[in-house]
């Protein structure tokens, strides 16, 4: 667990605070539990991770004020987790077998369903501001137009402002939502939360490149996904819309990525030519454009060991390997 | 539309200005709109009218504090209708074409979440109490539950006990939370809240009972459902389950309901032998003692016309043809 290294000893011990706050969580239902208890075990807890830090960013926020919303951040991402697999069909995620191959879209969208309304439920539970559930609810409805845009246009290619505009609904607007709770449940200033609020924007932005790159050259193993899974569901990223912009092969990679069946052949085959290009280049060279962005947003008015764990953190981002 | 009929003028209005809201709800992304209005377009807005009539049941409650939470309800059913579509894979609701089989089970996930989503920002946008909040999760929680538990145990015979506790689970909790949000948010005392609600709650399982039964014996056109849909997806109700303990044809109907592949020669069938029995009959006997169960709890400090649209519209939950 790469990110544990990036924190301060208090956030790292909360994390291991969440994780029991995540079993209870899940443990109003027998059967939602056997379901849950599986997609829930391997996370990497970002949202949370980042969510506490920046609470914690200041001064010390008690546990009571930061666990249920914690809990909550990290149980919305379940559920859209396990709401993504049906989409895309996937096997594994977090290296175990998705609810929806193990249990049909059935049990998959209800489950979903469920921790949505369980994430909202902590929320009102513990008397939260009116604001919290705006922005959860918020992110929620973002990542959902995200992910419909994108499933509107499988197999297309996008322009690159189409795929920002994606992976900002999809992931930047949730990442710096967790910061901008963070900010607002410790009483920060308008302009500290607005600069953490960028800060985990642009954190967000370069998680779903460096993710987009991991999907075609990450280790199976490592990510717990099949590589070129985007590919292979016709979600055309970053990599590939470079590739295709520099590549002497690009009539070969476009009429492989929007043919509309992705054959495991095809996806070494796009791997070697999107290789041949400065399109890996490119994409790290903008994950650390938006990392450098971030890091310069962090406020000065944090404590020392906050900006060194939030700094760790954005580093992390761009130099995981899962 | 029968239940118009059932109400004071007051919520008639009510519910015209409500079609504004709902309309106004799904407008943030054209695309929603698109996949959403005809969805929304066909509903009896039992929930809603529900919540409304018991809101201003003793006194009237400004449409600013009614309209945003009546809008919240019918999104929640909607997205429920909506995700339900996924599992039953039906081709029509409400007499149009599912979200499921129009633009398949990705757009139909996630349409559904975002209508989640959109009635928890309403709740919050609005200022609703916390209570608010909590009521709804927990009926979402309660009709993911009970989702999940008919979905576990498809072809298979339930007793007469999980039947009513499933039910309770999917609607009657749902309409008597309703109930419920309209005496909290017209400040009632807490005698009338819990009576409120346990009439929501015997209307709700009368619901579902009828709700089996036009299943099987209502008219397709006018249900906007095809008939038998529920014994083809395995979910087994009342009117067999009773057939089974009467029917001297008990082992056929028990061998076709279990089977697992209900052709449309099985549907007929199973509506003889049903027919045949004291099914129909009973089933509508104990649709009857829930609803005067209902009207009995009705408590008597509410004003004359709001009990009277009250009982109304009990009898027209038994009396309804869709």
Redesign the interface.
Known sequence: MNFVAALNEATAKNLQILEEHLRQSIS??K??HEVCEPLIRGGKRLRPMLFMLCANSRKDCPTELTMPLATALELIHT??LV?DD??DTSKKRRGVETANSKYG???A??????L???A??L???N?YS??V??I???L??N???G???Q??SLFVVPTMTEYYTNINLKTAIFLSSCCKLGAIISDMTEREINNLTAYGSGLGLAFQIVDDLLDFFGDANVTGKPQGGDLKSGVITLPVIRALEKSNRADELRELVTRGNVTPEDIDNAIKIIRATDAVDYCRTRAQAHIDSARINLPDTLNTSAILALEKLADFIVDRTR
């Not at 969208?109 to 469920?114: C, K, P």
Request: hydrophobic share 50%; proline share 0%; aromatic share 10%.
């Open positions: 109003d239902d059967f939602i559920a859209s709401h049906i989409i879209a059935q049990i969208v209800l489950v979903g369903d469920y949505f309304a369980k909202f439920q929320v009102a539970e008397n009116h604001e559930t705006l959860l609810s918020n929620v409805k990542l959902c137009i992910e419909i845009s499933d509107k």
